[in-house]
């Protein structure tokens, strides 16, 4: 079973989920704060060139399967065009109602 993201704890994080499902790049840039950050396996990355390559351009999916840390912490079903699905792990930090760093890597 999984959460939608409107039930996810971090209202923050519940609408990045959204905007990633809704393929809404404008609501997702809206949620990140100037000179956020982001890694993917434990590297950092360009977070530009990551989501449109990784979420936009690839037509990515998440499928939440459990959350902690009140929400800032997800076990995700992740899919998009180029990969296909796997299971990833996805960590936020969110200051001042904005994501300023999320975190990626397979589960």
Do not use: C
């Amino acid at each position: 079973m999984t959460i939608a993201p409107g039930k996810l704890s971090d209202p923050i994080v519940g609408a990045f989920v959204s905007a990633v499902n809704a393929h809404d790049k404008a609501a997702f840039v809206a949620l990140m704060a100037p000179g956020a950050t982001m890694s993917d396996d434990g590297t950092d990355r360009d977070v530009d060139d990551w989501v449109d390559r990784e979420i936009f351009s690839s037509n990515g999916h998440m499928s939440v399967r459990s959350e902690t840390d009140g929400g800032r912490a997800l076990v995700v079903d992740y899919r998009n065009d180029t990969w296909g699905e796997m299971r990833t792990a996805w960590r936020f930090t969110v200051e001042d109602g904005l994501i300023t760093r999320f975190e990626t890597g397979q589960a």
